[in-house]
DNA sequence: TTGAAAGCGCTAACAA
DNA sequence: TTGTTAGCGCTTTCAA
């Protein structure tokens, strides 16, 4: 073992094998050919002595490196974990280390964490949304390493794009919420700049709306705290304010969860009364009393196809052509958004 | 711009701007005295060209990486993002970076995840657990690089450490229960051999009871699936089984959250005719009808901690002695643990 | 099947 | 304040 402070080399290996560098090398790599006799006894020593390749040195050498970058704006929501896990299943398949970096939704970190993630020329990079500063789009477009941004495909994507439109996510939801009769509509939701996924439901909810002749009736925005409370409060807020509303479109499940504990502790007919829907599919509903309705929006799938992509990149010779995939999310209707069934339509 | 596929080099900015590479590094890394004319001259050529330097080659040449690993057992845990929350705070007033791995709380996945973190000769490793295998600990002991294990006290570290004892917090738990004179106890719980945190817990708990004279009375194991759903999943069947329990400990909020819902909906008395209590503390638990009891694991306390003992450990230029920092939680009886308050001391 | 030499892009150490 | 030289620990390439 080990009981020097410096880190071992391979020369140690070779020394305590008496085999050349080059040829432990090869063997650690399982690269070209070496008599078995001569490989055992450079796995004896190395597992003997302990010795831990030093990345760094074959990275630069080899101009490889076995990195994804993952630039993702939070952790308290979990969607992103949710798409790191499907990231991590694909890569897992494969020598690929995912390597995660976080911007608080700030543009400025993001193009900190871009740059730093850059600095380590990785395999490729997987980067939530597709609004960047110009900076650094311009750093991604120059950096020669595959781009994939994830979650949301409305916009100019940088190289490839795996996600969902949630403009018509938020536009089919309103056309449903129509469709069942809804017509004072309220909606409650995260401060806006911070999320452009959900200013884009938003966008889509309320053009949808107006397609059908309806306008939101009265809105509610929260930031920080406890998600399940906030949504609690909104929905008293909005039915203090409004009280003639008929439905409440949450732009996350979990605030969308606080406001049918709430409705139903209040005893309010959901979904005769009022009709209620999230954003998300979150595993967290399936254990509340009344199912909320809610659309999925494909994480860990899109998780799954950006590293696929990574991976195509980096196998393919020829520069692999560039990927839009706009995955359709779909509305799980639960038991708080129909009360007319028949005027349920697939359009 | 860089329009050539080939990624820029110092030479690169050193041509553009008419001045020496080395000096061009300098200016780069803020190192040493240089002229404001030079320094306004490389650093507009670096920008020109959208110049990202190459750390794998800077990380050899100087011997130093601004890499923190952080090897956790899964993001599906809410707990672990938090740890991470706290890290990244600390880490993010200095230019260290913080690089997840996931074990999938599997000890084999542990071992090749720390020893791929390892091979990048990163500036410290944060590790949740103090159970690794023993050729982890043998290369975490080789590594020269400083360890830093999370969330557990209970056990043998190898360098530093940082948590809270689980079988401290099932006993605590177990003593007020007990004096709150509940007698007859159930317990809900993942099932052990993957957390041994959980299982640490269920130790304590069941000790505490005992120093008390009460026997665990019934107990029911889970895996996998929404956790507030198999909370109410496992209280029913809990209570069927065993409809005389007046009390039940469950291993995590989630499923105790899932069980609370549960209870109100049948119009069972918590907690005069039982009592619940979860552990974790974690955010959802404001937002539900009634404050499930619970102990707060001080998980982002705790990813700071360890980032900062990461942060000391390079700042010394004596090595910085081993660390081991036991946190405590407090119990937070909320609305489902209290039915004798004469009976609350705390000793 | 094995080995020797060169060099990846940067920084430490020293010289000017 | 700036420049020169050597080399970090590997892998690539080529020769034996």
Redesign the interface.
Same mark, same amino acid.
């Not at 595993?283 to 009393?289: F, S």
């Given at each position: 073992? $080990?009981?020097s402070? !410096?880190?071992l080399t391979l020369r140690d290996v070779s020394e305590a094998s008496g085999v050349s560098e080059m040829t432990v090398s090869r063997v650690l790599r399982n690269r070209g050919d070496v008599s078995a006799k001569t490989r055992e006894k450079v796995l004896a020593a190395a597992k003997e002595l302990?010795y831990?390749? $030093?990345?760094?040195?074959g990275?630069?050498a080899s101009n490889r490196?076995n990195l994804v970058g993952v630039v993702i704006p939070s952790?308290?929501n979990?969607v992103f974990?949710?798409v790191?896990?499907g990231i @991590?299943e694909v890569l897992d398949e494969t020598d690929l280390?995912?390597?995660?970096?976080?911007t608080n939704y700030r543009q400025d970190k993001e193009e900190s964490v871009i740059?730093?993630m850059? @600095?380590?020329?990785p395999s490729g990079l997987i980067v939530a949304g597709v609004e960047h500063s110009e900076a650094a789009r !311009?750093?991604l477009r120059? @950096?020669?390493v595959p781009v994939v941004e994830i979650m949301d495909t409305d916009g100019l994507g940088i190289n490839h794009v795996v996600g969902i439109s949630h403009r018509r996510a938020g536009r089919e939801m309103a056309q449903i919420i129509a469709q069942q009769k809804y017509r004072r509509i309220g909606f409650a939701g995260t401060k806006m700049p911070l999320d452009h996924r959900a200013r884009k439901r938003f966008e889509g909810f309320t053009l949808g709306l107006a397609k059908a002749g309806i306008e939101v009736a009265d809105q509610e925005f929260y930031s920080g705290?406890?998600?399940?409370?906030?949504?609690?409060e909104m929905t008293q807020t909005l039915l203090e304010r409004t009280p003639d509303l008929d439905f409440i479109y949450y732009s996350n499940d979990?605030i969308g969860?606080?406001g049918l504990?709430y409705c139903l502790?209040q005893g309010i007919d959901v979904p005769g009364k009022l009709g209620l829907a999230g954003f998300n599919a979150v595993?967290?509903?399936?254990?509340?009393?009344r199912r909320l309705a809610t659309m999925d929006a494909c994480r860990a799938e899109i998780g799954r196809k950006a590293a696929e992509i990574v991976i195509s990149c980096i196998s393919d010779t020829p520069p692999t052509e560039n990927h839009k995939i706009e995955l359709s999310p779909k509305v799980q209707p639960g038991d708080t958004l129909i009360r007319h069934p028949e005027n349920l339509k697939t359009d």
């Open positions: 073992m $080990n009981d402070r !410096r880190p302990g831990v390749p $030093n990345r760094i040195a990275a630069l490196v952790m308290a979990m974990p949710e790191l896990t @991590s280390q995912p390597v995660v970096g976080i740059f730093e850059l @600095s380590w020329r !311009r750093m120059a @950096s020669g705290g406890s998600a399940l409370l906030k949504g609690r979990m969860a606080g504990l502790e595993e967290l509903l399936d254990g509340l009393p």
